[in-house]
């Protein structure tokens, strides 16, 4: 099976998208969230506590209580927020970071090409920021579906 992006870790981007887009200063509530993104309160509690372990987020207590951004939206890229959910991103085992996954390692050449595709993999989500998926949502809705502007 190729790499993919678990349910998991497609979420936790959404999630990330709207405490970005809707906190602006205040916290965001889950309940708000689940049912703007329509998914269960229940799995975005596990996904928001991993992401509050790992720091992404800061959660407030109390009846004003909730969560927002640890830190502002230029400074999370797509592939800090996804590596916390799906740890590392390479498409095959034997191009893991430090990881000699067979003892055809040194002498194999498709080896090569795995970290290629890793590595184009790397640069997108390590180049794209928070901030540049809110400019790409507020593009979408400028732009109708038929390339006209919206009123």
């Not at 099976?1 to 405490?19: E, F, H, W």
């Not at 640890?70 to 191009?95: F, H, N, W």
């Not at 090569?112 to 590595?119: F, N, P, Q, T």
Request: aromatic share 6%.
């Amino acid at each position: 099976m190729g790499m993919q992006i678990s349910t998991k870790g497609r979420y936790a981007m959404r999630l990330m998208l709207d405490i970005a887009k809707y906190s602006r200063g205040e916290t965001v509530k889950i309940k708000d969230i689940a049912d703007r993104q329509d998914i269960s309160p229940k799995y975005l509690e596990q996904i928001i506590s991993e992401l509050n372990r790992a720091g992404l987020v800061k959660s407030t207590r109390g009846p004003q209580g909730g969560y927002s951004l640890a830190k502002s939206p230029e400074e999370y890229t797509v592939g800090s927020i996804l590596r916390v959910m799906e740890g590392d991103l390479s498409v095959v085992q034997c191009v893991k970071d430090g990881e000699e996954f067979c003892d055809r390692y040194d002498t194999c050449t498709t080896v090569r090409l795995w970290r290629k595709v890793s590595d184009a993999i790397s640069s997108v989500v390590d180049n794209v920021t928070l901030a540049d998926l809110l400019r790409w949502e507020a593009e979408k809705n400028i732009i109708a579906i038929d390339g006209s502007e919206k009123e």
